[in-house]
């Protein structure tokens, strides 16, 4: 992304933000032992209140990545990029299969990881392996997007007044050490501020684009079908099919996220959980919504782009709007600050949960059980810096456009989903089919993405390959005889009980 | 179970089925396919319907999290006003 409009005045608001950040990770951690506790650092003691949880959900969802990834993406795509709002919105129609009791049976049982709740359910060191490097895989993917989209947006804020490489490292500092200060609070207190910022920036861009183009959507529709008619047409049936396709593998991946589930965790109580789940059903239209018209707005005003050209829009798109006047000069510049801050926002939670993974489920499950709690936080702490500085040595060399890497992270993480999900109500459901579902769906979504058939007749490898896992898992768990003791045993953990 | 007010999502079979039709109605397979549309109030007017229909799932969404959802919300709030 290349911005002539900043240079200095893009340092001075990124110097500002990281500020703030680092006061919020500061005034977070200050006066509290949440160093001693897994639930303490990793859960902010289990218990966030309704802003917090609710900007702290938004910024798992919505990242700076939405505007920079995702103006492109409407750009190519034309209006069926409206599957953006629907996508997003679905994640919390999933979160209603599970959400609900998860809740229950996790604050019952004290659980800190999402591999807790599959360890518990299914008593194999097989079956929680291959989650843990599922969900590591996911997560350390989603972590190198964000690392890999600070260094565009900071770079393009301050036209090349910084190096690349300073600017990311910079603010992977910050992060690291707001995040060490404060744990899942200073997450979720910081992600208040980058998620106001954000919603603003989307709004006023929004405003300037429309301004340019004469504010009126109906000349920018009809301007696309005289000279890009596909883009305002009827999707073509593989599109639909794509379309639904992408609704299952968003809604499901996206809705077991490990950061996405440790939220459900962290919830001082169940209304403070759905009344944040019911604003969050709202979000797609004001935020990829919004962005989906910008991107459609990109189409008149940067006609003809190729691939490449387009991954750069929202820069020129900013350009033009700051020449309209002094204000929205100063609005574009705290909007990008915005957008480094929103990528930061996403980036600190899912760092947090990969800590939270290698302390609990790595190093406190398989390497030394019996150590103390202040020992596993301070080793996901370390592990986290030493998996930061591996994905950077990778994000210099960012290995697709960014829609893509966001595709391929979902194909993989996805396949927990039968565990996940079916777990909590099916008691039939046993171990071993469990597990060579969840192997064979990775594998085959590994390998039809690997071999270049992302998709057969618009069907992603991932959805396939949670067909077919789910199929397994379901067949196998019918045949596998389970013992009455198992079954009672299964009731037990899966029952809506609140006290153990 | 413990009471007979827990609503819980998952027990009821009209939710879901009312999820699939939003979906099948959102995604825009049933529009005549061609390039030669119409334009409603700034959008083609398949992509106004599918808009339409998108809006009527986060309704939904959010709707049901508030009104079909109460398992331990009671026992967590009585809890909460005796200070425990």
């Known amino acids: ?500 | 179970m413990q009471n007979n007010r827990v609503k819980e999502p998952i027990q009821k079979k009209w939710i879901w089925i009312g999820m699939v039709l939003l979906m099948l109605a959102i995604v825009p397979w049933y529009f005549p396919k061609g390039t030669d549309v119409a334009i409603v109030l700034g959008f083609p007017y398949w992509a106004l319907i599918s808009l339409f229909f998108s809006l009527v799932l986060c309704g939904y969404c959010s709707w049901l999290c508030l009104n079909e959802w109460n398992i331990v919300e009671d026992l967590e709030e009585a809890k909460e006003v005796k200070g425990e």
């Open chain 1, 1 to 500: 992304m290349d911005l002539a409009f900043s240079g200095t005045d893009g340092i001075l608001i990124l110097a500002f933000y990281a500020f703030v950040m680092l006061l919020i990770g500061y005034l977070s951690g200050r006066g509290k032992d949440i160093h001693n506790s897994l639930s303490g650092y990793y859960l902010a003691g289990r218990n966030l209140g309704i802003i917090a949880l609710f900007f702290t959900l938004y910024a798992t969802q919505y990242s700076g990545n939405t505007i920079v990834g995702y103006t492109p993406a409407a750009y190519r795509t034309g209006f069926s990029w409206l599957q953006s709002i629907s996508f997003m919105t679905i994640i919390i129609g999933v979160y209603l299969m599970f959400a609900p009791r998860l809740y229950v049976i996790a604050k019952r049982q004290n659980f800190v990881t999402p591999t807790d709740w599959i360890h518990y359910r299914f008593k194999s060191n097989a079956v929680t392996i291959l989650s843990i490097f599922l969900m590591l895989w996911g997560l350390g993917n989603y972590l190198l997007e964000q690392l890999v989209a600070i260094g565009q947006a900071v770079s393009g804020l301050t036209g090349g007044t910084i190096p690349y490489q300073f600017a990311v490292i910079a603010f992977v500092l910050v992060m690291l050490v707001y995040e060490w200060m404060g744990g899942m609070k200073a997450v979720a207190f910081t992600d208040v501020m980058q998620g106001i910022v954000l919603m603003i920036g989307i709004v006023v861009f929004l405003i300037g684009a429309l301004y340019l183009v004469g504010g009126n959507m109906g000349d920018v529709t009809s301007y696309i079908a005289s000279t890009e008619p596909a883009k305002v047409g009827v999707p073509p049936l593989e599109g639909s099919i794509n379309w639904f396709s992408i609704l299952i593998l968003v809604g499901f991946g996206a809705a077991i996220y490990p950061h996405a589930v440790q939220r459900i965790y962290s919830s001082k109580s169940e209304r403070t959980l759905k009344r944040s789940f019911a604003r969050m059903a709202w979000m797609p239209p004001v935020t990829t919504g919004l962005v989906f018209v910008i991107g459609i707005i990109g189409i008149m005003m940067f006609p003809g782009l190729d691939k490449a050209g387009s991954e750069k829009l929202v820069g020129m798109m900013a350009n033009e709007i700051a020449a309209i006047h002094p204000i929205y000069y100063w609005a574009m510049v705290l909007f990008f600050g915005g957008i480094v801050a929103a990528i930061v926002s996403t980036a600190d939670s899912v760092l947090l949960s990969f800590s939270s993974m290698l302390s609990k489920d790595v190093y406190g499950r398989f390497i030394n059980a019996n150590a103390t709690e202040h020992k596993k936080v301070m080793v996901g702490k370390f592990g986290g810096i030493v998996v930061v500085a591996f994905l950077l040595w990778l994000a210099w060399n960012p290995p697709a456009t960014l829609y893509e890497i966001f595709v391929l992270k979902f194909e993989l993480l996805v396949q927990v989903a039968p565990a996940f999900i079916l777990g909590l109500y099916w008691n039939k459901l046993s171990a071993k089919p469990v597990f060579w579902g969840m192997l064979i769906g990775a594998l085959l979504a590994g390998f039809m993405t690997l071999t270049g058939h992302k998709t057969v007749f618009g069907i992603h490898g991932g959805v396939i390959g949670l067909g077919i896992n789910f199929l397994i898992a379901v067949v196998g768990s019918v045949v596998v005889s389970v013992s009455a003791e198992q079954k009672t045993e299964v009731e037990e953990m899966t029952s809506l009980k609140v006290e153990a």
